[in-house]
């Protein structure tokens, strides 16, 4: 049998980038997947979900058809996520809080709604989230991001608390990845300097972070919960 085979899958923010490499990988280790994103979705074998996942309503009923299209959730993966770059003082409130609402706030819809429907089968199952090596390291003129992701690191923590024995909970923090969200080819050479300035000298692979929550989702990591994985090259060490 293949590592996945028959688990019913949630993927958001699978349209590009981690997302798309996580849910392409999971179905191709046999899993059945639910793809949801903001953007419209064309790939894939499941289901797929247009929604903005800061929008409580749309979130309730996603996650409630996706359950019933797919029998259940096991896992459920959430990716989405947007950036934002700007100096303090230059930072107006609407675009901070519009970082907090999506990183946070829909992370905790996703979360809330796929746990319910996990309870309701009563199987258990694996929640696994994104944070960032940026928590840990901080970065000027990115505070909401980072802020953000230092959040989700946290929320981890309660919610293994909260969830456990049945729900494990964990997430993954990459290092810069090469994803649209990045733009990596288009910065300037300073830019790349330090977003190449860890131990193995380059940025990362969408297919090796996915490599990560699939560690998570698999029958290696069930003594884990309440855990970040750093996979960052090594720019942060914990």
Known sequence: ??????????????ASGIGLAIADLFEAKGARV???????????????????????????????????????????????????MSPL??????????????????TLLMVRESVRAMQKHGNGGRIILFSSELA??????????????AGISAMVRCWAKEFGPDILVNAVAPGPTDT??????????????LETANPLRRIGKPEEIAEAALFLAGP??????GQVIGVNGGASMV
Request: glycine fraction near 6%; proline fraction near 5%.
């Open 1 to 14: 049998m293949s590592m996945l085979e028959n688990k019913k899958v949630i993927v958001s923010g699978a």
């Open 34 to 84: 639910a793809r949801f994103d903001l953007s419209p979705i064309s790939t894939g074998a499941g289901p797929s979900f247009t929604l903005d996942i800061t929008d409580e309503a749309q979130v309730v009923e996603a996650v409630k058809a996706a359950d019933e299209a797919l029998g259940g959730i096991d896992v459920m993966v959430n990716t989405a996520a947007i950036f934002l």
């Open 89 to 106: 003082l230059d930072t107006p409130v609407a675009e901070a809080r519009k970082v907090l609402d999506v990183n946070l706030i829909g």
């Open 136 to 149: 840990q390291l901080g970065r000027e003129h990115h505070a909401a991001y980072c802020a953000s992701k």
């Open 180 to 193: 649209p969200l990045l733009d990596f080819d288009n910065m300037p050479p300073d830019w790349k300097a």
């Open 220 to 225: 290696g990591s069930s003594f884990m919960t």
